[in-house]
């Protein structure tokens, strides 16, 4: 809560064991995973669609899209509602399935340590950074490079 | 050249060399004991004889000696005459004597004997005068003269004068009376001197008696003339009357005188005692001499006997000495020849008895062992050419060209040719057989250590087995025992079971009703959850504004996460007790027929359990005896395997050995192989054909084993 210094608040989710957190603005909200409608001739990660009061969305498949071992869906199992912005900052709503969606918490910057300084990272990862609280290590990721307006803009189209 | 005297001419040498010694001896012997018996004879014949002739040559001289004392001293005629003869008698033994003494005589001897022959003349001759001498017998003659006729007329002239000087004193002067007195004292002492003359017995004594006579026949005369110028008458014719009877008397006196002067007997005496002494003693000297003489050639001779008998002695017992001496030698310088001989002789024998044929004999004599031992050198030559073979043979060398060796001949070269031969062949048989011993006992060796390897495996498997079943037969007792206590326990368990299973029925009733519960409140609080989340969401969108809600709804969040949890933790503990008790519940419903008839099987199982005990200890048994055997099988596999290799490894070291064997020249292998009864090739062959077939039988064995499959595919 120190004001002085710059932080952003967060939400942190699960997949797996792994401690994942997203910026808080680009989240609409969460919401239980309920029914959701196959679509043919989707990408793989691409579960299906499903309807947010009266709005469909497409729901990903976190997991897949990050290349992670597919996991049984529970009662845990929540969908973030992400505001992906495109090329012409307009937004792009899509439910990501993630494991455990965990809290919202403020992060200092100067607490996040940069991918680029750890040796291994490739260029194009979406973490864009890390957060070492005594071991218990959060990976803050950049939700435009796991999901590409590209792509989200062609299921639109689908969907749509 | 002694040593080439054989010992026959040794013996005989040794022996003619004794009988000459002994020859030798008796020569000497006789020769030196014959001059000792002449010797003895000398001394018997001749100095016997010289010393008896001598003796009485001595005896002789001593008696002619006192004969002639006799004689000189004798009166007596007819015993003068018998002295006499007596003393012819001596003087002729003496000459015999002497003449014997020197025939008898020699060298110093009859020096002496012919001295004494001298001496025994001279004798002779003093003797013929003494006994002329006391035969003229002068002064007995005289004293008769004196003592009869003197007598006898001075007698008459005495008394006519003393018929004078009693005339004369009554008529004659006084002067006439004195010169009558000293008349008849001149004439008295004449008279006296008449008797001393004749008693006298020295020359000088009668000299002086002469001249005392002489001077008192002048004074007599001077007186006589006085009175006959004084006288007359009556008287004259006295005196005249006294000078006629005085006158007779002085002729008698005269003769006395003369005869008594002559003193034949004491000259007789004198010489007897004088010169014929003296020789007699020189004689006695002489014969003393000559006694000595021979007493000293008697020495001589015993010492010369002595000596002879000595160096006699001497050289008896040099000869004797030496005789023996050479004799030993002779039978040492023999003996050492023949055992010298013979000790080289052994030597070589036992050399050869040894087998040592190394050394040659040396032959240093040209006896009969000398011989012997030339033919023991000829053997041992032969001896040393066939051990040289027997060497060449031990060394291996099987190619020997018996023809190219000299000397070759006799049973041990066949024999030994026939060895070498054998030999190659027993080799050559041994090299094959040992490459086959070899390759047979490897393949023994591998299979005998699989079989052990498995055996061994077989064993501790046993092993195990049996330990297992001692443990079994252990468990199956404590199976009986348990087994009725089970039985007990399952009646009781089977009671037990139905009040259980009612009461887990109600608590299952009880439980599904909490969980039925607890889900509704694990669904409010997830809802509660989710809406914190967004309301955080929210809040955190809102920014600075929203920061005290935002506290709100992590904490709501917190609450509903809590609440969540115990539900969660509920219902999960809540369902796994129902699962659980109606597990519980169906598997004790389940259990309870189980139960019983667990019951009656456990019955059974105690019956069972005490035939599979007997059973059990059965098999332990043969479990036990199994392993014994199968432990032995593993340890006499070992063995075998061992023995295997062993045999592989003596098969090897035989191979070695007998490639110690040369069989055959590398160059001439072939002419060997077709000379000596081809085995070498022949095995050769056999060997190779062997392998051959054994291929061969491999390749028929694949075909038969494949051939009919191959056709029976073929025809399906």
Do not use: C
């Amino acid at each position: 809560m120190n004001t002085d210094k710059k932080s952003e608040a967060y939400l942190t989710f699960l997949l797996g064991d792994e401690k994942f957190a997203v910026l808080v603005n680009y989240v609409h909200e969460v919401v239980e995973l309920n029914n959701y409608t196959r679509v043919p001739d989707a990408p793989a990660y691409m579960l299906g669609i499903f309807n947010l009061r009266g709005t469909i969305l497409p729901l990903l498949d976190t997991r897949i899209k990050l290349g992670l071992p597919q996991k049984e869906k529970t009662n845990k199992t929540r969908i973030l509602i992400l505001n992906v912005r495109d090329k012409e900052d307009a937004t792009t709503s899509i439910g990501a399935i993630v494991d455990v969606a965990r809290e919202v918490v403020e992060i200092e910057d100067e607490n996040i340590q940069k991918p680029d300084d750890i040796e291994g990272f490739k260029s194009t990862t979406p973490v864009t950074g890390i957060v070492n609280d005594h071991g218990d290590i959060t990976m803050i990721m950049d939700i435009h490079r796991v999901f590409s307006v590209d792509e989200l803009s062609h299921m639109n189209k689908t969907i749509n | 050249m002694m040593n080439k005297l054989t010992i026959r001419n040794k013996l005989i040498l040794t022996l003619g060399v004794l009988v000459l010694f002994v020859g030798l001896i008796f020569i000497i012997s006789y020769s030196r004991i014959s001059a000792i018996n002449q010797g003895f004879n000398q001394v018997l014949d001749g100095t016997v004889e010289q010393q008896r002739n001598i003796a009485q040559l001595r005896y002789e001289v001593m008696n002619m000696i006192r004969n002639q004392r006799k004689l000189a001293l004798s009166s007596e005629i007819q015993e003068m005459n018998d002295l006499k003869r007596r003393i012819d008698n001596n003087a002729l033994t003496i000459n015999e004597r002497i003449e014997k003494v020197i025939s008898l005589s020699s060298g110093e001897l009859l020096n002496l004997a012919q001295a004494l022959d001298i001496k025994i003349d001279d004798l002779i001759k003093i003797n013929m005068d003494i006994v002329e001498l006391g035969m003229t017998n002068s002064e007995n003659v005289a004293r008769n003269l004196s003592t009869k006729e003197g007598s006898n007329e001075f007698t008459k002239a005495n008394s006519t004068l003393t018929e004078l000087q009693t005339y004369l004193a009554n008529n004659g002067t006084k002067e006439q009376v004195l010169t009558v007195a000293a008349l008849d004292e001149q004439f008295h002492m004449l008279r006296s001197l008449e008797n001393e003359l004749i008693l006298s017995t020295s020359p000088s004594a009668r000299e002086v008696v002469l001249k005392e006579a002489s001077e008192i026949e002048n004074r007599f005369e001077l007186y006589l003339g006085q009175l006959n110028r004084n006288l007359s008458g009556e008287g004259k014719l006295m005196l005249e009357k006294y000078t006629r009877q005085y006158a007779a008397y002085y002729d008698i006196h005269k003769k006395a005188m003369n005869m008594a002067n002559q003193a034949t007997n004491g000259k007789a005496l004198e010489l007897s005692k004088g010169q014929a002494d003296a020789i007699a003693d020189e004689i006695n000297i002489l014969i003393k001499q000559y006694y000595d003489q021979v007493k000293r050639l008697l020495e001589n001779d015993k010492i010369s006997n002595n000596e002879k008998y000595g160096s006699t002695i001497r050289s008896m017992i040099i000869i004797i000495a030496v005789t023996i001496i050479l004799s030993v030698f002779m039978s040492i310088w023999l003996l050492r020849g023949i055992t010298g001989s013979l000790n080289i002789a052994t030597d070589a024998v036992k050399k050869i008895a040894a087998g040592n044929f190394s050394s040659d004999v040396k032959i240093s004599t040209e006896d009969e062992i000398g011989l012997m031992l030339r033919e023991l050198q000829v053997m041992i030559i032969k001896l040393r050419s066939s051990v040289n073979l027997a060497k060449q043979v031990a060394l291996g060398d099987l190619v020997i060209d018996f023809k190219s060796i000299e000397n070759h001949g006799g049973e041990l070269d066949e024999a030994l040719e026939q060895m070498v031969n054998n030999l190659r062949n027993i080799v050559i048989t041994i090299t094959n057989g040992a490459d086959n011993v070899l390759a047979a006992s490897q393949q023994v060796a591998s299979v005998s250590q699989q079989l052990s390897q498995g055996s061994q495996e077989q064993a501790s498997s046993a092993e195990e087995v049996s330990s297992s079943m001692e443990q079994m037969s252990a468990n199956i007792q404590q199976n009986t025992e348990n087994s009725r206590e089970t039985e007990k326990i399952a009646n009781k368990a089977s009671e037990d079971i139905e009040a259980t299973s009612l009461s887990v029925s109600e608590t299952v009733q009880a439980i599904n009703n909490i969980a039925e519960k607890i889900v509704i409140i694990e669904e409010i609080a997830s809802k509660t959850d989710l809406l914190a989340l967004n309301a955080a969401v929210e809040a955190a969108r809102a920014g600075e504004h929203g920061k005290g809600f935002a506290v709100v709804a992590a904490e709501v969040r917190k609450l509903a996460e809590r609440s969540q949890q115990a539900a969660a933790e509920i219902n999960e503990i809540s369902s796994h007790t129902v699962k659980l008790a109606e597990d519980s519940k169906g598997m004790l419903i389940q259990t309870l027929p189980d139960i019983n008839r667990t019951a009656e099987l456990v019955q059974e199982v105690a019956a069972a359990s005490v035939e599979q005990n007997s059973g059990a200890n059965q098999v332990n048994r043969a479990i036990q005896q199994l392993s014994q055997i199968t432990q032995n099988n593993a340890s006499s596999s070992e063995e075998m395997s061992s023995n295997a290799e062993e045999l592989s490894t003596q098969a090897e070291e035989l191979k070695i050995a007998i490639s110690y064997f040369k069989v055959s020249n590398s160059q001439s292998d072939f002419n060997i192989s077709d000379k000596k009864g081809n085995v070498s090739t022949v095995n050769n062959k056999n060997h190779g054909s062997k392998q051959e077939v054994k291929v061969q039988g491999n390749g028929a064995k694949i075909e038969l084993d494949e051939g009919p499959a191959d056709n029976e595919f073929s025809e399906f």
